[in-house]
Nanobody
Framework: QVQLVESGGGLVQPGGSLRLSCAAS????????MSWSRQVPGKERELVAS???????IYADFVKGRFTISRDNAKNTVYLQMNSLKPEDTAVYSC?????????WGQGTQVTVSS
């Protein structure tokens, strides 16, 4: 069955870095658009970054220049490198795969930016 498993979250100080990973299985990973979104309790989920099957990247304005999304189709994994983290980046980060009408979500990983 389809699985998206995120890892790499944790507690980091402001200005620090984290690298999130999302390991996928159960579908043709290379064909899917992969993305990262985040959600804070009481707020709507927001798109952070996406990467198409061809490698086209889109970023939310609030992460441009700080975050980088990448994918390794050989490993069926999508990454989110997060640098210069700010307290307002604190959220649960989830990955998503989309292809046509099919879309799947992972369970999410908590990122906390605090001193």
């Amino acid at each position: 069955q389809v699985q998206l498993v995120e890892s790499g979250g944790g507690l980091v100080q402001p200005g620090g870095s984290l690298r999130l990973s999302c390991a996928a299985s159960g579908f043709t990973f290379s064909s899917y658009v992969m993305s990262w979104s985040r959600q804070v309790p009481g707020k709507e989920r927001e798109l952070v970054a996406s990467i198409s099957s061809g490698g086209l990247r889109i970023y939310a304005d609030f992460v441009k220049g700080r975050f980088t999304i990448s994918r390794d189709n050989a490993k069926n994994t999508v990454y989110l490198q997060m640098n210069s983290l700010k307290p307002e980046d604190t959220a649960v980060y989830s990955c998503r795969s989309v292809w046509g009408s099919k879309n799947y979500w992972g369970q999410g990983t908590q990122v906390t930016v605090s001193s």
